[in-house]
T-cell receptor, first 112, second 113 residues
Framework: ELKVEQNPLFLSMQEGKNYTIYCNYSTTSDRLYWYRQDPGKSLESLFVLLSNGAVKQEGRLMASLDTKARLSTLHITAAVHDLSATYFCAVDNSNSGYALNFGKGTSLLVTP | EAGVAQSPRYKIIEKRQSVAFWCNPISGHATLYWYQQILGQGPKLLIQFQNNGVVDDSQLPKDRFSAERLKGVDSTLKIQPAKLEDSAVYLC???????????FGPGTRLTVT
């Protein structure tokens, strides 16, 4: 069974600060995804990481992937209130028919 | 391009009642997924279709849940009878094919009282 662990599960940070969310997974995966979910809303795709060493950036968010360590990070730079949301990482592989296996999510609150 | 459509958006039922959810995937998408997201958790796969065939339903509680995808397009997910622990958001997602990125619908929030 493909397991995905995120930490921290809850994160309160001040505007302007930097922080990193970690995502570990248990077995080889084909792809790693990061999603954002606002309260009462569906999942918004942020990044898809395909290969070892992959790095993608969008605005204040940067995601990276280390397939050897089975670790992905989502780095937040100079946080702003609009980034407050829950962030999920998910992985898929051919053994699971490419269905997504999600972590429990990291609930981020950015305060003034 | 229209996104994944789901209805209803909200549903409140009493335990032991039945309920059905509908999903219309993005046009041309062969793969369709139903996920269950319990409050405070990540989504969990219930069932995956490839066209009108089932790829994986290993986590579907088959004593009460059923799903079908007629003609390989729209899909319905049914719960009968519902239990309190079925309270969750039910997300439908579709992808062009098995290996392509999934796109999620807005979800149906079910409350069982």
């Amino acid at each position: 069974e493909l397991k995905v662990e995120q930490n921290p599960l809850f994160l309160s940070m001040q505007e302007g600060k930097n922080y990193t969310i970690y995502c570990n997974y248990s077995t080889t995966s084909d792809r790693l995804y990061w999603y954002r979910q606002d309260p009462g809303k569906s999942l918004e795709s942020l990044f898809v990481l395909l290969s070892n060493g992959a790095v993608k950036q969008e605005g204040r968010l940067m995601a990276s992937l280390d397939t050897k360590a089975r670790l992905s990070t989502l780095h937040i730079t100079a946080a702003v209130h609009d980034l407050s949301a829950t962030y999920f990482c998910a992985v898929d592989n051919s053994n699971s028919g490419y269905a997504l296996n999600f972590g429990k999510g990291t609930s981020l609150l950015v305060t003034p | 391009e229209a996104g994944v459509a789901q209805s209803p958006r909200y549903k409140i039922i009493e335990k032991r009642q039945s309920v059905a959810f509908w999903c219309n995937p993005i046009s041309g998408h062969a793969t369709l997924y139903w996920y269950q997201q319990i409050l405070g958790q990540g989504p969990k796969l219930l069932i995956q279709f490839q066209n009108n065939g089932v790829v994986d339903d290993s986590q579907l509680p088959k004593d009460r849940f059923s799903a079908e995808r007629l003609k390989g397009v729209d899909s319905t997910l049914k719960i009968q009878p519902a239990k309190l622990e079925d309270s969750a958001v039910y997300l439908c997602a579709s992808s062009r094919d098995l290996t392509y990125e999934q796109y999620f619908g807005p979800g149906t929030r079910l409350t069982v009282t």
